[in-house]
């Protein structure tokens, strides 16, 4: 059941009723600024995050490449390290006769060179020779 119970107006009534007043908007403001403060930090989050991930991605595709590029160094300097020997080689006068001869058939004087066959070369004519 519901009472007919008549308010009183006087000053203290009229004094409460704008207290509530204004904490009503006082807490509203509040809900307001922490509303606006959670859009902020998930914005906030939500940059991060994104920032996280894509520089992840990056940090592995630079590790993918460095590693390629690491083998990529480790053969030219292989590479290099040959070159170097041989460039020792050629200045060597007894090394680029004997390369003459053998890889161009050159000769010095009063030399006779003969051409003879490898073994390899010869099992291989035997296998390429028999006939079924």
Known sequence: MKRNIAS??????????????????????????????????????????????????????????????DHTVAAINKQQALLKNQIVKLNDNDYIAKLARSEYFLSEKGEIIFNIPDSNSKKKNKQEDVSY
């Not at 859009?39 to 995050?49: K, L, S, W």
């Open 8 to 69: 009183m107006e006087n000053a203290y009534i009229q004094n409460q009723k704008v207290k509530e007043k204004v904490i009503a908007k006082r807490r509203k403001l509040l809900f307001r600024r922490l509303a606006l403060f959670t859009v902020i930090a998930g914005v906030i989050t939500y940059i991060m995050i994104s920032t996280y991930i894509t520089r992840n991605h990056q940090l592995e595709a630079k590790k993918a490449e460095k590693k390629k590029l």
